[in-house]
């Protein structure tokens, strides 16, 4: 997952500062990463940043990966 993460910002980073998106757009592509699930889950979460849902998603995969075992 942090793998993904460190992906994702280097590619967003590396966006030159004129055509950075509008607000809320990184948020949108960085969801195409995940399974259908996830996506789920973290939509259902009030996201305004990069890294808020960086943290999310790491607590939703731990949630998934704990009811997957019981």
């Known amino acids: 997952m942090e793998g993904y993460f ?6 967003y980073n590396a966006i030159p500062p004129v055509i950075i998106p509008p607000p809320g757009l990184d948020l949108i592509h960085f969801l195409e990463g995940f399974d259908v699930d996830m996506v789920y889950q973290l939509k259902e979460r009030d996201h305004t940043t990069l ?11 731990a949630n998934l990966l704990a009811k997957k075992e019981t």
């Open 6 to 11: 460190d992906r994702f910002n280097k590619v």
């Open 51 to 61: 890294e808020e849902i960086q943290a999310n998603s790491l607590k939703v995969q």
